[in-house]
């Protein structure tokens, strides 16, 4: 089994900054990626930023430039640095980890969430 813990939300004025954190502990072999997803009210869960073991990294277009995302490999840790942040970016915030707990396959684990609100 692997637990997912979110950390690091809170309320910030628009033009701030947040840092998220997300640990992923238990039975885990690998790790194969990790992600930020963002969901509002009413609306589909969307793609915050991801980076793979290889360190790749991808950002949804509305983040670029503002937001960073980087993993520490060996504490199977990441971050997502938010800088400027803008009322839009007001969401629950999760983490996904997508990881081997065994030799054959991998599953997609996800975190109970954050809540980050931007004020205007």
């Known amino acids: 089994q692997v637990q997912v813990v979110e950390s690091g939300g809170g309320l910030v004025q628009a033009g701030g900054s947040l840092r998220l954190s997300c640990a992923a502990s238990?039975?885990?072999?690998?790790?194969?990626?990790m992600g930020w997803y963002r969901q509002v009210p009413g609306k589909q869960r969307e793609l915050v930023a991801t980076?793979?073991?290889?360190?790749?990294?991808d950002y949804a277009d509305s983040v670029k430039a503002r937001f960073t995302i980087s993993r520490d490999n060996a504490m199977n840790t990441m971050y997502l640095q938010m800088n400027s942040l803008k009322p839009e970016d007001t969401a629950v915030y999760y983490c996904?980890?997508?990881?081997?707990?065994?030799?054959?396959?991998?599953?997609?684990?996800w975190g109970q969430g954050t809540q980050v609100t931007v004020s205007s």
């Open positions: 238990g039975s885990i072999f690998r790790i194969v990626a």
């Open positions: 980076t793979n073991s290889g360190g790749a990294t």
């Open positions: 996904s980890v997508r990881a081997y707990t065994n030799y054959v396959e991998w599953d997609e684990y």
